[in-house]
């Protein structure tokens, strides 16, 4: 049996309410939630040296993704939160949005953990998923990592010299 990552679940849920419930533009879609966990998870572990929501990333084709990111947003819907399918335009795929039917809960946080949260949400609000999985192609994480492999968090650390070396 494969080991899977160890998951704190509660702040998993209520990271997905927070986003859910920050980001009310409409852009927040399944591709976006899953950069933001992402972003939310490297940008905390580069800082702190853990992640917040305990998950392993992969490195697939759309950017990082959580391994257990569609098994909680699936658990979720219907209860916490509310997944629907919304037409974008003509030949661009449905956007599943995602919608907050509950408060996340504070609690379950430290104060370093709700900053980034907040940094996270307001540095990627105004962004599409698509343009947030552009900037992921950028990193260090996604760059370094063999297609379908694990994503090491030590290579958060890599992330801005990586930037830097390309503004050279």
Do not use: C
């Not at 953990?113 to 996270?120: N, R």
């Amino acid at each position: 049996m494969v080991k899977g990552p160890k998951i704190d679940e509660k702040k998993y849920k209520n990271a997905i309410l927070f986003f859910a419930k920050k980001i009310q533009n409409g852009t927040l879609g399944k591709l976006k939630l899953m950069k933001l966990l992402y972003f939310l998870d490297f940008d905390f572990f580069e800082k702190y040296g853990r992640s917040v929501t305990g998950d392993e990333y992969l490195r697939f084709e759309y950017g990082p993704v959580p391994r257990m990111g569609e098994k909680i947003l699936k658990e979720m819907n219907g209860k916490e939160i509310k997944i629907t399918k919304r037409k974008i335009a003509d030949g661009l795929n449905d956007q599943l949005h995602i919608e907050a039917l509950k408060d996340f809960d504070v609690n379950v946080f430290t104060k370093e953990e709700l900053l980034m949260l907040g940094e996270v949400a307001d540095k990627w609000e105004k962004f599409a998923g698509a343009e947030m999985k552009n900037a992921s192609h950028g990193e260090a994480p996604w760059i370094a990592t063999k297609p379908n492999d694990i994503i090491d968090y030590n290579l958060s650390y890599y992330r801005n010299k990586y930037a830097e070396m390309e503004r050279l």
